[in-house]
């Protein structure tokens, strides 16, 4: 267990709607990373967020958001939800600042119908 | 564009064998991680590696890391079934860059009796 939790665990949503995902960091913690992970592949990363803001964005379109709050837990929101958004969303905590691992939730399985 | 590629992508063993698993990654980074992930779960951290020539080990498995080669190597010594699953390294682009990883596309691992 990596004191990481995620929620929900699985979610089906239907083309067009919008979604959001939780992820509660491990104590101690300050930065979170999203990555979505389709299968077969390896995952890739969404952006990263350190008090409370945005620290970096991979190749991801707007309609991706994310937030942080105060205790460091974050927010993943998609909207328009397409097809291709299915997929296996991962958060990671790490403290920015010094050379430790991330530690990875259990991640939520999102299908889009 | 940091890329990250392993092989083989599929490895098929007998237990009592040694094989490595190859990362390479196309920029300057000394900063890799080795993941773990079972079948619908989550990504274990196996192991962290900070700078060139870091050797890490723990049980049958070994990683090392040549920034001068930007190569990774997983080695797997006397195979068993429990380390059947599907092995990632992650690069991040450096210190500031910590926890923003580029993943390769992971080494599926069975291991037969």
């Known amino acids: 267990e990596t004191g990481v939790t995620q929620s929900p665990t699985h979610l089906i949503k239907t083309r067009g709607q919008q979604v959001t995902l939780r992820c509660s960091s491990q104590?101690?913690?300050?930065?979170v990373s999203w990555y979505q992970q389709a299968l077969g592949q390896g995952p890739q990363f969404i952006f990263q967020y350190y008090r409370e803001e945005e620290n970096g964005r991979g190749n991801f379109p707007p309609r991706f958001s994310g937030l942080q709050f105060p205790n460091y837990s974050s927010e993943l929101n998609v909207n328009a939800l397409e097809l291709d958004d299915s997929a296996l969303y991962l958060c990671?905590?790490?403290?920015?600042?010094?050379?430790?691992?991330?530690?990875f939730g259990q991640g939520t399985r999102l299908t889009v119908v | 564009e940091l890329k990250v590629e392993q092989n083989p992508l599929f490895l098929s063993m007998q237990e009592g064998k040694n094989y490595t698993i190859y990362c390479n990654y196309s920029?300057?980074?000394?900063?890799l991680y080795w993941y773990r992930q079972d079948p619908g779960k989550s990504l274990e951290s196996l192991f962290v590696?900070?700078?060139?020539?870091a050797v890490k080990q723990e049980g049958r498995l070994m990683a090392s890391l040549d920034t001068k080669a930007r190569l990774s190597t997983l080695h797997i010594t006397a195979a068993v079934h429990d380390l059947s699953a599907t092995y990632f390294c992650?690069?991040?682009?450096?210190?500031?860059?910590?926890?923003?990883?580029?993943f390769g596309d992971g080494t599926t691992l069975t291991v037969k009796p």
């Open positions: 104590s101690g913690h300050n930065t």
């Open positions: 990671a905590s790490s403290y920015l600042g010094r050379d430790t691992e991330a530690f």
């Open positions: 590696l900070l700078s060139n020539g």
């Open positions: 920029t300057t980074s000394d900063r």
């Open positions: 992650a690069v991040d682009k450096g210190y500031t860059n910590a926890g923003k990883s580029t």
